[in-house]
């Protein structure tokens, strides 16, 4: 679950160290595989599962893992994760075999209700999704990241590499997203469940490479993160939220080639895993430093193996989302491993469990038809599919075997769920355990549903009576709810209604219920124009904002109609174009992002106003209206009636 004894590079010479320790690293590894040190008589596999902490009125993040883990101070299997609302359980590694898929369901679902009953009395529940719906920027500052030393030596290493002085996050679906950030915490959005498999070095080449044709399909109907921030993005968003919040490249006037540090890979494997971790040492430069004392290769000179902390610590700081790994079995022998880092934490246990069933079998399967699956498909075709998988989830059309157009549904269910069958079959998977997890894959099939797409439609539905804010707050209750049933994501119904008895909007912040979609003027625009925009757009205010983005001033219905019945009696002089700049108001008053809306109300009651702008840094980022406060009203009427009538 990470390489937990890292610091900051602190100068040149615990650099030079360190680079000298990965460089043995790898001399070390060449040596391993050449004298064929490594476990291959045997497969096994493992995952990990991360979670988000939430509060269980609210449903909004909840930051305290550090308080959590208190409370579980003798389980070994739960860790910290990037963000204090993060916990990650390790799972047991199982052999591939028998009964292994369904007791590594039984021992999530054991971990994770031994979590809940440890954090109860914290009013704080966990929740499985690749992306938690309601999620704020302001939940990702420095704030909330996790207080261990491993994660500040990162996040400072990072920032050191940032030459853009911000974070920039674009990503385009249904909504469009478009936002600075002070931190890489950004990443900390993201919740996986990490699948790894045990390859023997010998075939470690043709496994990689089939993760990588495989990446793009299992994705496709695994998907289960469109909504951020009350956006809808991608079916999987993860995979550009986590690329760009880690991204550090400048855009240059030249046609350079810089790959970003999170990435799929840039070609297909040619020779062994040393390729990728070569490459990777030779792409990155080095971010943080283990505080390492083995020279692995006196290690080998000893006849022991090494762990390879350097090479180790490296690589968790490049992020393939099919990984390399290397490892120590319990028998003392060094293992490899794949690891899958493209499937969403959620929505059940279950579903997770049939993603790893369906990516384990196709993995066997695949390799048992495709001696070289590069013979079959193109990298370029493949890097694509993946691009298009993580846009468009379960809608997505591929560039697949044989020059074929296809639907991920047809090729899944016509082509992709037998080969799975026949590598479950080959590694002598217990029967029914196999037909219930390809049944789910099936299921969602037939359903054309998956967690992107049930998440879509619900919060879709929702949007049409309810604000943003109690539309991603359903979304999440719904979430918890259907989890502790374990049912698959195929057989939930639609979220068609909020019907939260606990949504109590008073004390959240203005930023979560401001209107972003703003029409503004300039002082120097034409007050007919301001005039027919709002009575267009059936607006009562109009903000004004200079040239540069920042507020100067606001337009009401009340001056409009104060200056048009003062021009119809002749009382204003000369018959020249009023401006804006003539009549604006610029007294405003304001409130920050932070502010609370009991606290707005009061503001907007005592000034006898009906609109706050919100504004940060002089930059106008939205504005409340007494609109909004009668919706929420309306809502929470509504709710307390149907509460009465229901006693």
């Not at 590694?93 to 979590?115: H, R, Y």
């Not at 500052?141 to 853009?164: D, S």
């Not at 297909?268 to 040393?274: R, T, Y």
Request: net charge neutral; glycine share 6%; aromatic share 8%.
């Amino acid at each position: 679950m990470g390489e937990q004894k890292v610091s900051l590079l602190k100068g040149k010479k615990q650099m030079h160290k360190f680079v000298k320790q990965l460089l043995q690293d790898v001399k070390a590894l060449e040596y391993m595989l050449e004298h064929e040190w490594f476990e291959d008589d045997i497969i096994r596999i493992g995952a990990e599962q991360e979670m988000c902490l939430v509060n269980n009125k609210s449903y909004k993040p909840a930051p305290l893992a550090t308080e959590a883990l208190d409370l579980m101070k003798d389980l070994e299997w739960v860790e910290t994760e990037l963000a204090r609302f993060n916990l990650e359980i390790g799972l047991d590694p199982l052999v591939f075999k028998g009964k292994c898929l369904s007791q590594m369901e039984a021992e999530i679902n054991m971990k994770l209700d031994t979590i809940r009953d440890r954090i109860k009395d914290l009013d704080t529940e966990i929740i499985l999704t690749g992306i938690l719906p309601t999620l704020q920027k302001f939940d990702l500052g420095m704030h909330n990241l996790t207080p261990v030393k491993r994660y500040f030596a990162l996040m400072e290493a990072i920032n050191k590499q940032q030459a853009k002085g911000a974070y920039e996050l674009r990503i385009s679906g249904l909504d469009e997203f478009l936002v600075k950030h002070d931190s890489p915490l950004l990443e900390a959005c993201n919740t996986s469940f990490q699948v790894h498999l045990q390859v023997s070095p010998n075939n470690f080449k043709q496994m990689y490479n089939i993760s990588l044709a495989l990446a793009a399909p299992v994705m496709a109907i695994a998907s289960n993160s469109p909504v951020v921030f009350g956006k809808r993005l991608w079916h999987e968003t993860r995979i550009a939220l986590f690329q760009q919040s880690l991204d550090t490249r400048t855009m240059h006037d030249h046609m350079r080639e810089r790959s970003p540090r999170v990435n799929f890979g840039n070609g297909w494997l040619e020779n062994d895993i040393l390729d990728i971790y070569k490459e990777d040492i030779a792409r990155f430069r080095v971010l943080i430093s283990g505080d390492i004392e083995e020279d692995s290769f006196q290690e080998i000179k000893k006849g022991k193996v090494p762990k390879l902390r350097a090479l180790q610590v490296h690589n968790s700081t490049v992020y393939r989302w099919n990984r390399p790994c290397y490892g120590i079995s319990d028998t003392g022998k060094p293992h490899l491993r794949i690891e899958n880092r493209v499937l969403a934490s959620g929505p059940t246990v279950a579903d997770e469990m049939a993603n790893a069933a369906f990516w384990l079998g196709l993995m066997i399967g695949m390799a048992d038809k495709y001696d070289d699956i590069t013979e079959h498909l193109s990298f370029e075709d493949v890097r694509d599919n993946f691009g298009k998988a993580a846009r468009f989830g379960i809608d997505t059309k591929f560039s697949w075997i044989g020059d074929k157009k296809v639907t991920a549904v047809d090729l899944i269910r016509e082509e992709l769920i037998p080969l799975a069958k026949a590598g479950l079959k080959k590694m002598k998977i217990n029967k029914d355990d196999a037909k219930r997890y390809m049944d789910i894959i099936q299921g969602r099939c037939d359903k054309h549903m998956n967690g992107a797409r049930w998440m879509l439609r619900s919060y879709n539905r929702m949007r049409r009576t309810v604000t943003e804010n109690e539309a991603v707050t359903a979304l999440t209750a719904a979430i918890i709810e259907n989890q502790k049933g374990n049912t698959p994501i195929h057989k939930w119904d639609i979220k068609e209604t909020s019907n939260l008895k606990t949504y109590r909007p008073s004390k959240l912040r203005v930023e979560e219920f401001m209107d972003r979609d703003l029409f503004t003027v300039q002082p120097d625009d034409l007050i007919d124009l301001v005039a027919d925009m709002m009575d267009w757009r059936k607006l009562r205010y109009t903000p004004v904002e200079d040239e540069n983005g920042q507020l100067v001033g606001l337009v009401s219905s009340r001056i409009l109609l104060r200056h048009f019945t003062q021009k119809s009696k002749g009382n204003l002089n000369g018959s020249s174009p009023t401006s804006v700049r003539e009549i604006m108001k610029t007294d405003m008053i304001t409130v920050t992002p932070e502010t609370t809306l009991l606290e707005a109300l009061a503001i907007m009651k005592d000034k006898k106003i009906g609109s706050l702008l919100v504004v940060k840094d002089k930059e106008l980022m939205g504005i409340l209206t007494e609109t909004e406060f009668l919706r929420i009203t309306g809502r929470l009427m509504r709710r307390l009636a149907e509460e009465e009538e229901g006693k």
